[in-house]
């Protein structure tokens, strides 16, 4: 006979109490409820094509909706966070006591090479930040031009010195530009706040950037943005960022597809590793929660270390 599900709340209302639960229990941000939000309306369909109930599915179900993920030609990396999404959801079902199992449990997740962040040198990054500085004190250009470039140096110029996630660059408060502090307030992910450092030069751009704001665009100085603009947030757009740095890193002779803000992240913490920095600050830093994330920077330490070791020991193969 089958079973009833009528009784039971839908599929879409399990959702939302979990998703409700991240944001209130967890504190999650809303890009992270939203990719979540994504990964279980994926799940959602895969339960309506075949009949079933996520009150009644096995750990067989669950890999039959990772081997549908896989012949479509998902990555591995993909697979394992829409399992992770799952897995969690499956969880909450068990905690709340909406199921007395979890299926998920026993289900391993997909196998990934491992792969190193994107690391640029200290070389590198010194050529973009002059060639930042260069073009944003060229007078002949535009004024807009000129203003944008003053940016984009300004923006790059925190964001080496800080280690910040390109979500907490963009929309910094305009109360920093009054601060003299040599550390700064940040609330990251989950709401959790950490102080991070105020470089001098940083320090400069920013002062070279709010001047010519307040020259140019006089209207936006008393915006509550640090960098403030016409879209609906009030502030410039990661997107922006992303393209005006593109742009930069290709005037300075770098290819454009080792850069981007989160590679500036990973190259504030590297190059803190690569000179002597504890492991435990830099996580502070990074705002990371657990340190096993802040790990991953010292595997690129390694491969460097085999190099030198490689290249420099006596007693190794030529």
């Not at 990934?112 to 930042?132: A, H």
């Not at 915006?223 to 603009?229: G, Y």
């Not at 830093?285 to 030198?308: C, F, P």
Request: net charge neutral; proline share 5%.
């Amino acid at each position: 006979m089958a079973q009833d599900f009528s009784s039971w709340p839908s599929f879409p209302q399990l959702a939302d109490l979990f998703l409700e639960m991240l944001a209130a229990e967890r504190g999650a941000a809303l890009n992270t409820i939203e990719a979540y939000r994504r990964d279980l309306e994926e799940y959602g369909d895969f339960l309506a094509s075949g009949g079933l109930d996520a009150m009644m599915v096995v750990a067989g179900d669950l890999r039959a909706f990772l081997a549908e993920l896989a012949q479509r030609g998902e990555k591995p990396a993909t697979l394992a966070r829409r399992l992770s999404s799952v897995r969690q959801f499956h969880r909450f079902l068990y905690a709340e006591r909406y199921r007395n199992d979890d299926p998920a449990g026993t289900i391993e997740s997909p196998k990934q090479g491992f792969r190193l962040p994107k690391v640029l040198s200290i070389k590198e990054v010194d050529t973009l930040l002059r060639t930042g500085h260069q073009t944003a004190a060229n007078a002949d250009q535009p004024v807009a031009e000129r203003l944008r470039a003053s940016r984009t140096v300004c923006l790059l110029e925190l964001l080496y010195t800080s280690g910040l996630r390109v979500s907490e660059l963009v929309s910094l408060p305009a109360t920093l530009a009054r601060s003299r502090e040599p550390l700064f307030p940040v609330r990251g992910k989950g709401g959790r706040e950490r102080l991070v450092p105020m470089s001098e030069p940083a320090r400069k751009a920013l002062e070279s950037y709010r001047c010519l704001l307040l020259e140019t665009q006089p209207n936006l100085v008393d915006n509550a943005w640090l960098f403030p603009a016409d879209g609906a947030s009030g502030h410039v757009s990661r997107q922006v960022f992303a393209r005006d740095l593109k742009s930069l890193t290709s005037t300075a002779g770098i290819d454009p597809g080792k850069v981007s803000p989160h590679v500036l992240r990973h190259a504030f913490a590297s190059h803190l590793l690569q000179n002597g920095a504890d492991l435990r600050i830099v996580q502070e830093l990074l705002g990371h929660a657990d340190i096993s994330t802040t790990q991953i920077y010292t595997h690129v330490l390694d491969e460097r270390i085999k190099s030198m070791v490689r290249d420099l020991h006596p007693m190794s193969e030529k």
